[in-house]
């Protein structure tokens, strides 16, 4: 069965105190959702349209798990502290086996 992955590549951290609150709240929600943190910030290369800024990679059993593991109360508090706090392109995207 296909594993689900988050992928986040921010484009913009215009308040870090934000950031840190959802981090905060974030890490055990994923964990709490069978979500492991492959990717967390680090150095990035970017191409073609690509920005070099914080990117998160996060992998999960299933798509389904991926996806539940958004939709989660524990997630959703984390992305209310996160507000405005940056701009950034979340996809949940199936692997290939």
Known sequence: ????????AYRTISDPEK????NELAAPAV??????T???GGRVV?????IAERT???????FEQ???AH???????ALAALADGVERDFRIVEGTD
């Open 71 to 77: 939709e989660s109360p524990a997630y959703q508090e």
């Open 1 to 8: 069965m296909p594993k689900g992955y988050w992928v986040s």
């Open 56 to 62: 998160v990679l996060v992998e999960f059993d299933t």
């Open 31 to 36: 964990k709490a959702g069978g979500g492991r």
């Open 38 to 40: 492959i990717v967390r």
């Open 66 to 68: 991926a996806v539940a």
């Open 46 to 50: 970017a191409h073609d349209a690509g």
């Open 19 to 22: 950031l840190a609150a959802y």
